[in-house]
């Protein structure tokens, strides 16, 4: 997600739904490992409903499924809701009887006590995008490398701004945890790397929530704030796409560089008409098919989060390997710009 030296490219969306066969594969991960011979239940919880990022997860998450015959539903609270909200889906699904949560989450910290009684009644739990506390679940599948993507971040405002000057971190709220992990990492890189030794983060703004109404209002009050800056990173799609609104709107393109994590529907007008220069993401589609298949290999017991066990995913996703803290990294990702964004069907 820096810079295209920094990183491998990521194949395109349609280039990855292009490798899911048409006929459905009833391998398991591990050939070794039968598949469950009756239906399961499995459920999946973003942070918020109504973002086309999370609805990606679900479709890929889905399309990993049909393997195994999985039905995999999915709700969340809406993006206005209070961060502790996604505790009663947690319940629901617990009371349901469903064998298996998937949850990106909002609050770690709500969430882990209500997905420690889920794995108490034997329920299976894969975070996703934004993890739990290590106690709630089994795997967490992060979208890419959180080191790579601080990093990225600071890469994109770095080649606009000639490595100088201040800037404004718009994040989520902050209970989120990566997020939180992101920005902590970002603020070591400036610290540690002479790179960017002249570059100065004036503050980390969070909202109450990641609506979109609250992120325009906060990057509004950004500009308020600190006019002197040269920038905005915004590692979160919805406000991302939000400071390039304002920026937009106020003609201010050409004053400020805004970039961060977007999603390419949402960001096409503003990398179109040039306000937005870069901005980069990984596959959330390729996420939920890993976190698919992830939970897959704890319900047949081919893995139990340990680091260092592997599994493999079929549908062409390839061999994945537990690292430390029972994370796995799905996949790399793309910076996106004018020159590549037509490649990506949406």
């Known amino acids: 997600m820096h810079g295209r030296s920094l990183l491998g490219v990521l194949r395109p969306r349609t280039k990855l739904l292009a490798m899911l066969p048409l006929a459905l594969l009833v391998a398991a991960c591990g050939a070794a490992t039968p598949a469950p011979s009756s239906t399961v239940k499995l459920f999946m919880i973003p942070k918020f409903t ?30 206005s809701a209070s961060a502790t909200a996604q505790v009663q889906f947690i319940d629901n699904a617990i009371s349901q009887g ?29 975070s996703f995008d934004s993890d739990v506390l290590p106690a709630g679940r089994s795997v967490y599948v992060q979208g890419t490398s959180a080191a790579d993507i601080a990093l990225t971040q600071l890469q994109m405002l770095g080649s606009q701004i000639g ?4 800037f404004v971190i718009l994040s989520a709220q902050a209970t989120d ?19 960017y030794k002249n570059m100065h983060l004036l503050a980390i703004v969070n909202p109450p929530n990641d609506g979109a109404p609250a ?15 040269k920038g905005i990173i915004a590692p979160t799609t919805i406000a991302v796409a939000a400071a390039a609104q304002v920026v937009q709107q106020q003609g201010l393109c050409k004053k400020y560089v805004v970039t961060g994590l977007g999603d390419p529907a949402q960001m096409k007008s503003y990398i179109t008409d040039g306000c937005v220069k870069e901005f980069a993401l990984w596959s959330f589609s390729r996420e939920g098919q890993v976190a698919a298949c992830t939970m897959h290999a704890l319900l047949t017991k081919e ?6 066990q592997s599994y493999t995913c079929p549908n062409g996703l390839g061999k994945f390997t537990v690292a430390r803290g029972g994370v796995v990294t799905a996949g790399p990702a793309e910076v996106f710009s004018k020159s590549n964004l037509s490649a990506f069907t949406f």
């Open 303 to 308: 893995i139990s989060g340990s680091a260092g």
């Open 163 to 166: 490595y100088s000057g201040n």
């Open 215 to 229: 992120a325009v209002q906060y990057a509004q009050n950004i500009l308020k704030e600190y006019p002197s800056i």
């Open 177 to 195: 945890s990566n997020q939180v992990l992101w920005n902590k990492l970002l603020v070591q890189d400036l610290k540690t790397n002479p790179k």
């Open 98 to 126: 469903y064998k298996g949560i998937f949850i990106s989450s909002s609050d770690p910290s709500a969430d882990t006590p209500a997905l420690v009684q889920a794995r108490k009644k034997g329920i299976t739990v894969v």
């Open 50 to 79: 109504g973002a086309a990022v999370f609805t990606d997860a679900h479709v890929g998450a889905q399309q990993m499924g049909k393997n195994w015959h999985y039905v995999i539903n999915y709700g969340g609270p809406s993006a």
